[in-house]
């Protein structure tokens, strides 16, 4: 604890006669020349302590707001000084201002402390906390940039001690604010202090590419008044608006979070470079689109975590609300973050950055976690003490109650629990029934142009394929449908609310919903006589498929896509993608038959037991279909036609047969691409793209990470790096030197293959898929041995021992 | 068949919403209205519906128009009446009128246009000025030369070009209102002769050697003329 020094006693202070004004001390700056910014400075810390000396002799307090105003104006005079604080003070003591004097000798070191009262020294250096430059931050803000110093020098004794004074600054900040009735930073608010966003809103909006990107006012968009809502919470999609607004999942909860009468949720999503530039120019925090307020005012920020490559978006979006990265550095005073999603399913990576993770289905989680926020929030308890309670529901996890310990050679040991009460395993959340679950019937339009302006019903969850490789496919079993009556509903109301002219159905595989038929058959003539187009992704190319494509005439244009995945029989058995050549080229016959002229083959690089002849088979499956086309239409026509082929990356992911193998190395990837290039570029009319290597490598390092990957992706995004989904953002030497700088090796977790022994980051989540299940499909894989659609009859992923799989089976109940 | 004309007012942060953004909202807005468009014969039908003059991003107005047809049995009381239900903050229906089936569409008979530029209510070097001078002055030049930048050309190059945008220019004038100063001005408008506010914008501030920031300086357009 540091011993405050003070030039002067009691005894002086009390035979004190006057205290500077302000005018006096703007000619004392001015006399010593204290540089233009550090007097923006004194002029920020002064308004800030000022209001809080007033708001506290409102209630009763009795600080000398003359002694605040003096001594925060001077305190920094003397700071391009060696020991300013000492120079300071004795230019104070020698003028007669004792109490001014020792104000500025201490207010560098001095310790915050609840016991006794609150003095003068106690505002000013409380100014001093929360302003940076001449800018309130707010303390956390504050406090995360000196932690961030002492981590830079890497020593951990300095660090605890900083850590320490900050609990007392926080404690007494709360101490503060209690008395006053309102947070420091609403106080600010009031007081004019910190700025509103909408003041310089107008001026950006005129300086930005498409700005109503930021204007929220859409249609259906959700006004209620932030004063009134019980929890304030913002919904963030880490990445543009466009990409956000485009994502169902987001307007799911929105719509349900928002029918609850206490809870108003707004938008967030990450501002363009362009938007990016001016808010950090003009220093306007980063704001809801709905009412525009400052993102660290919310109670909680929720973000969805669609894919690994968003996570440095994570970060930019709390750095530019001024929120600390790390959750320890937000102890009080900041939103609660929360995080869902896919990727939650692996939560290590961000262990350290987000608070609560939500695992499986949002629905019926989210309402009942915000809830019990809510109540916290009523009854005043600490975040720790909401921690504890939260944990307890199924479907959360909070990591911060459990520690890895590592092996030598770097892999975890096991995992060890902090906290008694926290679950040993945290399971996921499972919505049983899907008629319950709310579909948005009043979804967003946005005003701007986005990825998808369209209505979206969604017609099941979950797959019973089975595909190796395929994390979707597990994690959302087991498959759950709508039923038709119900999917149909949604389709015409959204359609009248919105306006749109084109539906879709979402789901992972179109063609599996075990209505299909007769739901096409109400659709189509209800589209066409709406002048609405319908589109059906991802069909399974039968008879019927083809009815129904030659209706929709809007297919002929986009061309007809395959997803064989693999080149050769083989290898399709190995990743139990169940589709035969006979399949693509009987399809592909009948396509050209009807005149589309244009095919796109999806396929993955670096499956695991992946050979040449493989990737043969990929150029032979393109050849032979440019082939077809030229015996088809022998004698004329055949000019146009043209095939793509899409060669993505395998990234091995978390909760999949294959979420122990290794990845391909980039040298491998690249030899692979290479080698394709050539065998496809002589075929006339094929078009051959592929991922790049780079940022799938990265994706696979996340996917599959352990927690100490946070001080990586912290040190990237102080680097530079965000946007790394876009190829005109990626930053790989950014990345390249966080690896470096953190010491920390990439391709152990990309390239290395786990055994089935070792302690995965993520065993700690229960995905309800069976582990022997995932192992046995594994080793099915090796063998080239396939696994049937469990709508034949149940394989035994495990899922049947938590709920119902009403889809077990399935193809048995309707043949009896 | 009946041809409809609407009247609108756009103000408040749908200004920031650009034109193709206000045909899809619109296109929308019929559709939830129940309105059915008649959409044009050919290979790639659309909905024969227009604007009587596009309005740039940014700009406010008391006075748009979007003229459609439909073969409804529909009054026109009732179209503005469904419209204004549904549509978003600062897009202000104030009236739905009929007009003629036959003869050209409102775009092709624009004339002139109006509009206010206000101007911010401090900036370095307004204090001096005396505008009403000014304004006089600009526009007894015989000629206003602008650099204007040319539509792109086939290799999708701009060029600078000088324009005289005086003969284009019909009136000018500078008030005070509510502590701003606003030029409201009337120009050439339409397919024939055409002169937009930027271009007046341009030239009276290097008249008037003001450094505004065209951030700083907001545009509404007050009415549009149609050739008798
Ligand atoms: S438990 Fe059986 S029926 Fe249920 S999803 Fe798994 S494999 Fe299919």
Known sequence: ?816 | MARFVIDYKKYGYIKYTSHLDMLRLFKRAFKRAGIELEYSNGFNPHPKMGFALPLSLGYESLCEMVEFETEQKITKEEVAERLKKIMPEGLEITGCRILPTEGKSLAALVDKASYEIILPSDFEGMAECDFAGLSENFMRQNEIIVMKLSKKDKRGRRTEKPLDIRRMLHSFEISSKGGHQVISMTADCGSNSNLSPELVIQAFLKFAKLEIPRHEIDVKRIGIEFVK
């Open chain 1, 1 to 816: 604890m540091f011993e405050e020094i003070n030039v002067y006693d009691e005894n002086q202070i009390k035979l004190q006669k006057s205290h500077p004004t302000r005018s006096e001390c703007l000619k004392l700056l001015e006399d010593y020349k204290t540089p233009e910014h550090v007097k923006r400075h004194c002029f920020s810390v002064t308004a800030v302590a000022y209001a809080v000396g007033r708001e506290l002799n409102k209630n009763g307090w009795n600080l000398n707001l003359e002694v605040i105003e003096g001594a925060g104006l001077i305190h920094d005079i003397a700071r391009v000084d060696d020991k300013h604080w000492e120079v300071g003070a004795r230019i104070a003591g020698e003028l007669g201002y004792y109490h001014e004097a020792n104000i500025i000798m201490n207010h560098m070191f001095h310790d915050f402390s609840t016991d006794g009262g609150i003095t003068e020294l106690d505002l000013v250096c409380l100014g001093d906390r929360v302003v940076k430059e001449d800018r309130f931050v707010g303390l956390p803000a504050r406090m995360e940039y000196i932690k961030n110093k002492a981590r830079a020098f890497g020593n951990a004794e300095n660090l605890k001690r900083i850590e320490e004074k900050a609990r007392d600054a926080f404690a007494f900040a709360q101490k503060i604010e209690s008395i006053i009735g309102m947070s420091i930073r609403q106080l600010m608010k009031r007081e004019g202090i910190v700025k509103n966003v909408t003041e310089k809103l107008d001026s950006m909006l005129k300086k930005v590419e498409k700005p109503a990107r930021y204007t929220g006012g859409e249609l259906n968009s959700v006004v209620k008044n932030p004063a009134e809502a019980e929890l304030h919470m913002g919904f963030a999609f880490p990445d543009t608006y466009e990409i956000g607004m485009s994502y169902m999942g987001m307007q799911i909860l929105y719509n349900l979070l928002n029918k609850e009468e206490n809870i108003y949720c707004e938008r967030i999503f990450s501002p363009n470079s362009d938007m990016e530039k001016l808010l950090r120019e003009e220093e306007v925090e980063l704001f809801t689109i709905e009412t525009k307020t400052p993102i660290s005012e919310l109670d909680i920020i929720g973000f969805t975590l669609q894919y690994e490559m968003s996570y440095t978006n994570i970060l930019n979006i709390l750095d530019l609300g001024n929120i600390p990265l790390r959750s320890e550095d937000r102890e009080t005073d900041c939103p609660l973050i929360v995080a869902g999603g896919p990727c939650a399913y692996n939560p290590e990576p961000l262990a350290d950055i987000i608070d609560v993770f939500q695992i499986g289905d949002g629905e019926e989680l989210m309402i009942e976690f915000a809830q019990m926020y809510a109540d916290a929030k009523r009854e005043g308890i600490t975040k720790r003490e909401f921690l504890e309670r939260a944990c307890k529901l199924k479907g959360i996890y909070v990591p911060s109650f459990y520690k890895p310990v590592y092996n030598e050679d770097g892999t975890i040991r096991e995992i060890i629990k902090l906290y008694e009460g926290a679950p040993d395993r945290v399971e996921r959340a499972l919505v049983e029934d899907l008629n319950k679950a709310e579909f948005p019937t009043k979804p967003i339009v946005p005003f701007v142009e986005t990825v998808h302006d369209r209505s979206v019903v969604e017609t099941f969850r979950g797959c019973t394929r089975g595909c190796r490789f395929c994390q979707a496919g597990m994690i959302y079993r087991p498959v759950r449908e709508r039923s038709k009556e119900e999917i149909i509903r949604i389709c015409k109301e959204q359609l009248a609310n919105t306006g749109h002219d084109e539906l879709t159905l979402l789901s992972l595989s179109t063609s599996d919903y075990s209505q299909f038929e007769p739901l096409v058959g109400v659709l189509m003539p209800y589209c066409k006589n709406h002048n609405v187009s319908l589109s059906l992704p991802s069909l399974r190319l039968d008879n019927f498929s083809f009815k129904v494509l030659q209706e929709i005439q809007e297919y002929r244009k986009s061309g007809l896509t395959f997803a064989p995945e693999a080149g050769t029989q083989r290898l399709r058995d190995v990743i139990n993608k169940n589709i035969t050549e006979k399949d693509i080229f009987d399809a592909v016959e009948q396509a050209i038959e009807l005149g589309w002229t244009h095919i796109k083959l999806y396929f993955m690089i670096g499956h695991p037991y992946e050979t040449y002849e493989d990737l043969d088979g990929i150029a032979d499956i393109a050849s032979r279909v440019i082939a077809i086309n030229k015996r088809l239409r022998a004698g004329g026509g055949a000019g146009r036609f043209s095939v793509t082929v899409s060669a993505s990356n395998f990234v091995p992911k978390p909760f999949t047969p294959f979420q122990w193998a290794p990845q391909d190395t980039a040298e491998s990837f690249v030899e692979k691409h290479n080698y394709l290039s050539s065998k496809l570029k002589p075929v006339k009319g094929v078009i051959f793209n592929y991922h790049d290597t780079e940022t799938s490598g990265l994706e696979a390092v996340f996917a599959r990470g352990d927690r100490r990957l946070g001080e990586v992706l912290i040190s990237a995004f102080h680097n530079g790096c965000k946007f790394d989904s876009w190829t005109e953002h990626f930053n790989f030497e950014g990345w390249k030197k966080a690896f470096e700088e953190t010491g920390i090796d990439p391709l152990f977790y990309s390239c290395r293959e786990r055994s089935y022994d070792e302690v995965l980051p993520w065993s700690l989540i229960d995905g309800y898929i069976s582990e022997e299940f995932l192992k046995s499909e594994n080793e099915k894989a090796k063998k080239a041995i396939t696994t049937p659609d469990c709508r034949h009859y149940c394989v035994g992923c495990g899922m049947n021992r938590h709920t119902t799989c009403t889809m077990g089976g399935y193809y048995g109940k309707i043949r009896d």
